[in-house]
């Protein structure tokens, strides 16, 4: 497991599914040609010797002095899914997060950077027949903006995901809308970064002088610091999308920490110069077998 230390704050990375996949599917310009060029810093940690990436879904467990809290909540299990990896899964990820520290009813706070099928499958269980919250002590916090274009639209990549895993929310009593530049809590506030979707946001950290950022979606691999001009299919704004990762690598230079929310280990690193353009710095844990590998500084 990954965690980070940013003042206060402890943020651990809790895993649902990795997969490996062709990035094309999602960034048709990512061919191997196209990304040749970055191979320096891609290889070995983000793209694979048989060309194919590694894909993250996780959890971020992020732990203030008196919050829990969830950023994005996977796949979830027993949901019908149009991707075989992710149809009616039986994953153990409860017991992993609770072992890092985070037992279902300890949750205080579960906030998804967007409703995309992927980030939003753990907000509910079956039990009894019957789809119920997974963290029943908890507020979920849910963009107003976001929900709001969802409510009349259907996720191309999963529309059930809107009957088992949002609309049991927000027919609960545990639903709070707030807006994409909501403070969660004294350490923790919300950043809007639309395109991918429209009330997309990312969350970040400030604790003790030091600052961290959780990607979403807005970054779906590294090599999109380098090219935040390539198109990606997922996004409903390809337009702003672009202008939110212009302005996120403008903002969020070396001094912040960037968490991926779909990067593979290592998750975390720093967007720096490269030449006319950018790449990813990443950041081994010191517990990784290739924690003795030099990272470019």
Known sequence: METWQIGNVSIHRVVDVLQDIDLTFLLPEATAENLAPMSAWLRPHFVNADGSVPLSIHTFLVRTEDTTLLVDTCIGNDKPRPLPEWDHRQSDFLSRLEAAGAPRHGVDAVLCTHLHVDHVGWNTMRENGRW?????????????????????????????????????????????????????????????????????????????????????DLFHHPVQFARPQWKDIADVDSATAEASRQAFIE???????????????????????????????ATL?????????STRA
Request: aromatic letters at 8%; zero cysteines.
């Open 285 to 293: 844990q010191p517990n990784s077998p290739q924690s003795a590998r």
């Open 132 to 216: 119920v919250p997974t963290f029943p002590n908890a507020r979920y916090l849910i963009g107003r903006e976001e929900w709001g274009y969802w409510e009349h639209e259907d996720d191309p990549f999963g529309a059930e995901a809107k009957n088992d895993s949002i609309r049991p929310i927000i027919e609960s009593d545990l639903v709070d809308l707030v807006e994409t530049d909501h403070q969660v809590t004294p350490e923790v506030r919300l950043v809007p970064t639309p395109g991918h979707t429209p009330g997309h946001v990312s969350v970040l950290i400030v604790s003790g002088g030091e600052r961290a950022i959780i990607t979403g």
């Open 251 to 281: 903002r969020f230079g070396r001094d912040t920490l960037v968490l991926g929310t779909h990067f593979a280990s290592p998750t975390s690193g720093r967007i720096v110069a490269d030449g006319d353009t950018f790449r990813f710095d």
